[in-house]
């Protein structure tokens, strides 16, 4: 399992989770779930495209994220979102479908898109997930105060110059290429489940946004590396085990949540019999 | 001319007649059922209801059952699971969604790898996802229309009220309208829907019925009545023009193979709500946008 063939899915993976627990955290926070799941999906159809031209995946994923950012943030000037967002997202995975029936070996090729293919992974793989990984959590750390603010309290970040409509595309633009990059190795499908489900377990442990940011990347680590080890043994696909350990984060997060809850309202009721 | 528009034989095939009837009431039952969701902004559940018939599509085809009937038991299951831990609070709403359609998408990935597994056809996957019209078997044909005269009859009878929960649910409950249970119904009626035009363009793209011709519609008519019926016929000249295109496509390059019928569907549908979008002095969004950032999903 720690063989040096696996070497590349492992440190694949970890970058992966520290992307999707860095931005999950900012998806789950803003309600931007619906764009976390568009953007990497359509990417898929750039993908598919660039295979057919016969360059490098990475060129047409990154084309595509970037398009997909800004289709959602620009159509959202005038309509609703959420319209938006499926709209941006049913075209661009129209385009995919085109491509995809295109192309001569497509059923696997959309399949390993689709749901990833994260064993024998080669360095030219890993190398631009890396990078854009670490540029991608730079910026999110750099603009960490405003973008916080802009998400918990959008007028108040307005009033003190914070212009929501260029944070949301900035934010946009960071999640898409961040987790766009991972599509080839995760799969299009399956980078949502490890952005939100963490993300959502993390944000019902705690309300300090630090806090809870290191424990959306601590519990995305966790997930990815069981679901390595998991796939390994099992032969199964990773994205299956990535879906339900993140689902049970999520259910755990809550059930924790709630325990706490009825503990603080027993100790605040058994408070105020006592001063009364 | 018209030779050139109309392939020779594409009125005389019997695939393309069960394709042309069963597309269009498909295509009128998502156009109105998605009228309402997007007044009510659940975009985003109907997409993840879409997603999550693509778990009950692997599965039925991993067990050898039509695919439809594993579109439709997997939407209803998931609207009931998601109506269950998701209806009381605005907030978080959203994110169970994800958390529901994130282990959906896992189980897929498991049915279809196991699926090709156990046969060798590859092309499966890309049935399940992208959809083919032109492979609905006669057989189904009687249940997706009853199933399409369910999802639309349940909408039409709730549509007074529904409207009313959806604007404003407060006045609705104050009226003594049971707000949950006709949120419930709802969604069970998108769930069928989502199923529905699963078949003809895939489970992924089944959204681009819901919301297209409905996010159209309403930029142009005045009234959720006149909304809904310009929505119709959307959606069904966008699914009769796809089909024509994709039966016309099997001589357009590069493989003389057929070009995908969601793409053309996808396109039309989304030209058209495009040209609403940027037509001069039209409307600005149809509904007053409730905070964005609080619940994409609400079931307001």
């Known amino acids: ?276 | 001319m018209f030779r050139y528009i109309v392939e020779p034989g594409f009125f005389g095939s019997g695939p393309v007649h069960i394709a042309l009837a069963v597309g269009a009431v498909i295509a009128v039952t998502s156009a109105v059922v998605g009228v309402f969701t997007v007044t009510r902004g659940q975009s985003f559940a109907g997409h993840s209801l879409a997603d999550i018939a693509t778990t009950g599509g692997s599965g039925a085809f991993l067990v050898g059952l039509n695919q439809f009937w594993g579109y439709l038991a997997f939407g209803a299951g998931a609207a009931a699971f998601m109506e269950m831990i998701g209806i009381q609070r605005r907030r978080g709403r959203d994110v169970a969604t994800g958390v529901v359609l994130g282990a959906a998408l896992g189980l897929a990935a498991l049915f279809l790898y196991l699926g090709t597994q156990y046969s060798s056809t590859t092309g499966a996957s890309f049935t399940i996802l992208f959809g083919s019209i032109f492979v609905i078997t006669s057989s189904t044909v009687p249940a997706l229309i009853v199933s399409a005269l369910l999802a639309l009859g349940t909408v039409l009878v709730l549509a007074r009220v529904l409207l009313l929960t959806s604007l404003s649910p407060d006045l609705a409950a104050a009226r003594g309208v049971p707000v949950r249970a006709v949120g419930a119904a709802f969604l069970m009626a998108l769930a069928i829907s989502v199923a529905l035009s699963a078949v003809i363009i895939g489970a992924v793209l089944s959204t681009a019925l819901l919301i297209g011709p409905a996010a159209t519609a309403l930029r142009v008519a005045k009234g959720p009545v006149r909304a809904a019926a310009v929505a119709a016929g959307i959606g069904v000249a966008a699914t009769w023009l796809g089909t024509l295109l994709a039966y016309d496509s099997y001589y357009w390059p590069p493989h003389g193979r057929g070009w995908p019928v969601s793409f053309f569907v996808v396109t039309l549908v989304t030209g058209g709500y495009l040209i609403s979008y940027l037509r001069p002095g039209g409307k600005p969004a149809e509904t007053p946008a409730e905070p964005e950032h609080a619940c994409s999903v609400a079931l307001c």
């Open chain 1, 1 to 276: 399992m720690f063989s040096s063939f696996m070497l590349n899915t492992w440190i694949a993976g970890t970058a992966v989770a520290v992307i999707a627990g860095v931005t999950g955290f900012f998806a789950v926070l803003r309600g931007a779930t619906f764009a976390a799941h568009a953007i990497p999906n359509g990417a898929f159809a750039g993908a598919a495209g660039a295979t057919l031209l016969g360059l490098n995946p990475f060129v047409g994923l990154a084309v595509f994220s970037v398009a997909g950012a800004l289709g959602i943030a620009g159509l959202s000037r005038r309509a609703r979102s959420d319209v938006a967002t499926a709209l941006t997202f049913v075209m661009m995975l129209g385009v995919g479908a085109l491509f995809v029936s295109w192309s001569t070996q497509y059923a696997q090729e959309a399949y390993s898109l689709l749901f990833g293919e994260v064993f024998g992974v080669s360095a030219d793989q890993v190398r631009p997930i890396v990078v854009l990984g670490a540029v991608s959590v730079a910026a999110i750390v750099v603009m960490f105060r405003p973008l916080l603010l802009s998400s918990a309290l959008p007028e108040v970040a307005e009033a003190r110059g914070v212009p929501p409509r260029r944070m949301e595309l900035a934010f946009l633009l960071v999640m898409a290429l961040a987790t766009s990059m991972t599509v080839p190795v995760v799969g299009a499908l399956l980078m949502f489940s490890l952005m939100i489900g963490p993300a959502a377990a993390a944000r019902s442990l705690t309300a300090r946004p630090g806090l809870a940011m290191t424990l959306s990347v601590v519990i995305a680590l966790v997930t990815v590396w069981i679901a390595i080890a998991a796939a390994y043994q099992s032969n199964w696909p990773l994205g299956f085990f990535v879906g339900v350990i993140g689902a049970a984060f999520f259910l755990a997060g809550k059930a924790w949540s709630a325990l706490t809850d009825q503990a603080r309202s027993k100790r605040g009721a058994n408070r105020k019999i006592l001063s009364s």
